[in-house]
């Protein structure tokens, strides 16, 4: 992943690469680290699933062949999570720093940190905004009625969700209601982390999918 003088042939990458390229040089700076030296943490996470760099740790989460979700902490707090290319990872610690054209991303790291990544629910926090999940429905409400703040009546139940790495509450509104049981396991796509009355929800809106995969009731 050169970039300036010396960039191998065949390995350009891609706007959104370079993008994530940039944001991780801005962690490195704001933690005071080393540059190369975190950059190259993920090349061996990749290799052998954690690193860690002065207290930060780099866990890689996925791996497929040709890339890795990658989640970036310092101790309870979650810096980031990303997605990296195999071929980006093997450029990363060669990066010249002095010549990489960090002005050109901010807008693309916007649309990259609304992106969604599969997680476990024991890594959600406050921190995450959007994430996939899947997990098994272990309680749910009586449904009530409510209303908005437009006067609408609302129904409503509080199904909780877990993964066996812990728990998390997931909101039903009208037609989600019947759509689950308990017992059912349901898979969350770009489901949105919200705190309500001090307590960690993922709620289900028009941008994200909610689907039921399997039913382990039994």
């Not at 704001?30 to 090349?43: D, I, P, Q, S, V």
């Not at 309870?76 to 054209?101: C, G, N, R, Y």
């Not at 449904?143 to 066996?164: E, Q």
Request: glycine content about 6%.
């Amino acid at each position: 992943m050169h970039y300036g003088r010396g960039r191998p042939r065949g390995q350009r990458q891609s706007m959104a690469e370079m993008a994530r390229l940039w944001y991780l040089i801005r962690v490195s700076e704001k933690h005071e680290l080393e540059t190369h030296k975190f950059l190259a943490c993920f090349l061996d996470a990749w290799a052998h699933e954690k690193s860690s760099c002065k207290g930060i740790s780099i866990q890689c989460r996925q791996k497929t062949k040709n890339d890795g979700v990658f989640l970036v902490t310092q101790g309870q707090k979650i810096i980031t999570q990303l997605i990296l290319s195999d071929t980006a990872l093997k450029h990363m610690s060669d990066v010249d720093l002095a010549s990489f054209p960090r002005n050109k991303f901010r807008s693309i790291m916007k649309i990259e940190k609304k992106r969604p990544v599969d997680m476990q629910i024991k890594d959600v926090n406050s921190g995450i905004k959007w994430v996939n999940l899947k997990a098994k429905v272990v309680e749910k409400s009586i449904a009530k009625t409510v209303y908005s703040r437009f006067g609408t009546p609302l129904s409503v139940s509080n199904a909780t969700i877990s993964d066996n790495t812990g728990f998390i509450k997931l909101p039903l509104w009208n037609d989600q209601i019947k759509m689950l049981s308990i017992g059912d396991m349901v898979q969350i796509e770009n489901g949105r982390i919200r705190t309500y009355r001090g307590e960690l929800q993922v709620s289900v809106s028009k941008k994200s999918k909610l689907m039921v995969i399997g039913n382990q009731s039994k």
